[in-house]
């Protein structure tokens, strides 16, 4: 990525951030957050590690270790990124999820993808709405259990799910061609499905 992409991306990823000149030493109420142990090299990492922008992957800094876990992702800005969920052996250089073995994601053009494998094309008509894909703006849920994966459009499940996920699985946000995305880890815009809760550090498991 040139220099004039890493600028493009930073104004982006701070458009409406506004720094502080008063540092404020409050704790943090979640830990949870992007990674930057984790991610690709030409990916920018802002906002309290909450908004990823550049070229590649990022992952949560904790695992989804409870039974039923759920985040949610804005799309900030639109261009090629894809949301979902991958173990740390995951090639953090891709733009685009599923494309290995170790991760699980739906993308910008409604596959959800797994191992170079397309698993399902999602449908968003609705004969309430007539959205046909996923725009700025949108709001992408993720609900893990286990047992399978599910995805939410603005709260809506989406009907396809996914199974035979191994390993312990982080969040994985992949970003390029100028997409930003925020990840949502409470205070959720959307209610999230019966039982499920904010992703929690293994300790507070307890």
């Not at 953090?92 to 170079?116: F, M, V």
């Amino acid at each position: 990525m040139s220099s004039v992409s890493v600028f493009c991306c930073l104004k982006g990823c701070l458009t409406n951030f506004k720094f502080s000149p008063t540092v404020h030493h409050a704790p943090r109420e979640n830990p949870i957050q992007l990674d930057t142990a984790f991610m690709g090299y030409e990916v920018v990492v802002v906002k309290g590690g909450l908004r990823v922008c550049g070229s590649g992957a990022v992952l949560g800094n904790a695992p989804l270790v409870q039974s039923k876990s759920y985040f949610e992702v804005k799309i900030q800005q639109s261009g090629s990124w894809s949301v979902g969920l991958a173990t740390r052996q995951t090639d953090l250089s891709l733009t685009q999820g599923g494309q290995d073995e170790y991760s699980w994601a739906l993308s910008n053009d409604q596959l959800i993808r797994h191992n170079k494998q397309e698993l399902h094309k999602i449908s968003l008509n609705t004969s309430e709405e007539d959205i046909t894909q996923i725009q700025e703006g949108d709001i992408i849920g993720v609900a893990f259990d286990h047992i399978q994966l599910k995805f939410f459009v603005n709260g809506k499940e989406i009907d396809h799910t996914v199974t035979n996920i191994k390993g312990p699985v982080y969040p994985a946000l992949y970003v390029d061609d100028g997409a930003i995305l925020d990840i949502i880890l409470d205070n959720f815009n959307h209610l999230q499905p019966s039982g499920f809760e904010k992703i929690m550090l293994e300790q507070s498991l307890l």
